[in-house]
């Protein structure tokens, strides 16, 4: 015979041994998966990668859900955004997308652990990253989504921002507010509250 193909081999027996035991056809499986230039330990190790991949993913995403909150603060309390405004969306949707990251990450590592301990796939090779890549994807994409809307919701925080300016313990003199704006709120202790829209006149108040 001029050449010899092992896996052709096992294909032969695994036709002559169809009508076999399972435990027989899942151990020529393993023999044509060994064959075919990929050790168990060198699945195992591409396994053990992808999970590790999924908990600093994991990671990192808590770690932006944490600095979402932390910007959500802000925006409210420091730059007078509304809960209404798109701000508040953006950063709402990122935190969902980071919470989508964070579940399909569990599901990777969920996945490894039930295929290495045959609840799932019992007559499959114990380490393999096929049924991970799934979930592994998602998770990345879902984090860099996450990303692009927290920079789109900080962006957005600073075309908001409003500053608040107290005029309490001035004297009666007249005050000239001078400047340009997009919309001036001048609120009274009553409370009364005056809007002026888009201008760049001078306003001149009275301190009582």
């Known amino acids: 015979m001029e050449s010899f193909d092992p896996r052709r081999a096992v294909d032969a027996l695994t036709a002559l041994l169809a009508g076999g035991s399972e435990e027989d056809r899942a151990y020529l499986k393993e023999a044509k998966a060994?064959?075919?230039g990929r050790s168990p330990d060198d699945k195992k190790e591409a396994t053990k990668l992808a999970v590790e991949t999924a908990k600093m993913l994991?990671?990192?995403a808590i770690a932006v859900l944490v600095a979402?909150?932390?910007?959500?603060?802000?925006?409210?309390?420091?730059?007078?955004?509304?809960?209404?405004?798109?701000s508040m969306i953006l950063f709402g949707l990122s935190?969902?997308?980071l919470l989508a990251s964070m579940k399909e990450g569990l599901t990777v590592i969920s996945e490894a652990y039930k295929r290495a301990d045959g609840v799932t796939?019992?007559?499959?090779?114990?380490?393999?990253?096929?049924?991970l890549r799934k979930s592994l994807n998602k998770q990345a994409f879902f984090g860099l989504i996450a990303l692009f809307l927290l920079i789109a919701g900080l962006v957005s925080t600073a075309l908001e921002s409003r500053k608040s300016i107290a005029l309490a313990g001035l004297t009666s003199s007249p005050l000239t507010i001078e400047g340009e704006w997009t919309e001036l709120r001048i609120v009274t202790r009553q409370p009364n509250e005056?809007?002026?829209?888009?201008g760049t006149l001078p306003i001149t108040l009275t301190c009582k």
């Open 194 to 198: 005056a809007i002026h829209r888009v």
């Open 121 to 131: 796939h019992p007559n499959d090779v114990a380490w393999s990253t096929t049924p």
């Open 95 to 97: 935190a969902i997308s």
């Open 58 to 60: 994991l990671t990192i």
């Open 68 to 86: 979402v909150g932390a910007f959500v603060q802000f925006a409210l309390r420091d730059s007078g955004v509304g809960w209404l405004s798109s």
């Open 34 to 36: 060994r064959l075919e």
